[in-house]
C-alpha cells in the first residue's frame, strides 16, 4: 500500500506598512493583502529569519517557509487525511524580525523612548502580545508588543532573549511565536489557512510644500502621517508634485517636504 505526501499551508504572516500602502489620507485597508500588480514588497525594509531551534523544527517535521511579497507563508507536509505527517504538538515556530531600512524610524509610529524587544504571538493566552488574524479591521498598535529592557534574569526579557545568540541579538527588532496547534484544526490542517498581520503606522508630521527655490508656499496646520504614494493638500489646479516628501526629509528637516 502506498500514499502520497503533500505540501498544504499552514500559515501567512502579512507586515503591512502604511507609509508604502497608504495613499494620500486615505489609509491601506490592511484585512485585505495589496493587488498582485502592487509594487509593495515588505522585503525592502524587513528580514524574517528562522530561530535556531525553528530552523530545525523546519527540517524535522517537514515544514517548509516561502518569502512572499507581504512576509512569509509556511507548508507543511500532510497525508491523504490532511493530517500532518509528523506529530508537531506542543511546537512553536519562531522567527526573528530585523529592520534593514536605516531611515525606518524617521517614517514609522513608534515608541523609542526605551530599550525593547516586540515579541508577538499565535496563542489563546498571548494578551496584548496576541497577532491580529488578517480580517481584524482594527490593527494593535505596535507598541502594544513592546517588552521594554529588563536586566533582570528572570525577566520577560530576558527570558525571551535566552535561547538566542548574541549575535543573532544584534539589531533585533522584534520575535514572532506561532504556536503549530495554534495554526491546526484538531488534527488537521485547516482548509482555510490562519492569517495574521503586523500593521506598521506612518509617523505624523507637519506637510510643508516648497517652490523649486525652497520657499515655502504652504504648510498644513497639523502633523499628518507620512505616506510616499499621493498628497493631501492641492496648492491649486496648476500644481504639479514632482518630488513626494522622503524619509530624509524626516531626518535632515523633521517634516514632510513637498516641491510643487
Do not use: C
Not at 489609509?27 to 531551534?53: G, R, S, W
Not at 504556536?179 to 507637519?206: H, Y
Amino acid at each position: 500500500m502506498s500514499f502520497s505526501i503533500i505540501y498544504k499551508p499552514l500559515f501567512e504572516l502579512h507586515i503591512f506598512h502604511n507609509y508604502f500602502l497608504g495613499i494620500g489620507e486615505e489609509e491601506y485597508d490592511h484585512t485585505q493583502k495589496p493587488d498582485v500588480f502592487d509594487t509593495y514588497n515588505a522585503q525592502d525594509f524587513v528580514v524574517i529569519v528562522p530561530k535556531a531551534q525553528t530552523q530545525k523544527i523546519l527540517r524535522n517535521h517537514k515544514i517548509s517557509i516561502k518569502p512572499t511579497s507581504t512576509g512569509l507563508m509556511g507548508f507543511i507536509s500532510v497525508d491523504e487525511n490532511a493530517e500532518p505527517v509528523i506529530n508537531s504538538e506542543g511546537l512553536n515556530l519562531e522567527f526573528l524580525i530585523y529592520i534593514k531600512d536605516s531611515l525606518f524610524e524617521k517614517y514609522t509610529k513608534l515608541n523609542t523612548n526605551t530599550s525593547q524587544i516586540f515579541h508577538f504571538k499565535s496563542d489563546k493566552n498571548a494578551g496584548n502580545y496576541k497577532l491580529d488574524r488578517l480580517n481584524a479591521k482594527n490593527a494593535s498598535p505596535i507598541n502594544d508588543f513592546s517588552v521594554p529592557y529588563d536586566s533582570e534574569e528572570n525577566s520577560e526579557y530576558q527570558q525571551l532573549l535566552k535561547d538566542i545568540t548574541i549575535k543573532d541579538r544584534m539589531s533585533l527588532f522584534g520575535i514572532v511565536s506561532l504556536g503549530i496547534e495554534d495554526l491546526l484544526n484538531g488534527q488537521k490542517v485547516p482548509n482555510a489557512t490562519k492569517e495574521f498581520k503586523i500593521v506598521f503606522k506612518s509617523k505624523k508630521a507637519f506637510w510643508v510644500y516648497l517652490d523649486e527655490e525652497d520657499q515655502e508656499v504652504y504648510r498644513t496646520s497639523e502633523k499628518l502621517p507620512l505616506i510616499k504614494k499621493g498628497t493631501i493638500e492641492v496648492i491649486d489646479d496648476d500644481s504639479v508634485v514632482y518630488r513626494m516628501a522622503t524619509p530624509r526629509d524626516m531626518d535632515l528637516a523633521g517634516e514632510a517636504r513637498i516641491y510643487v
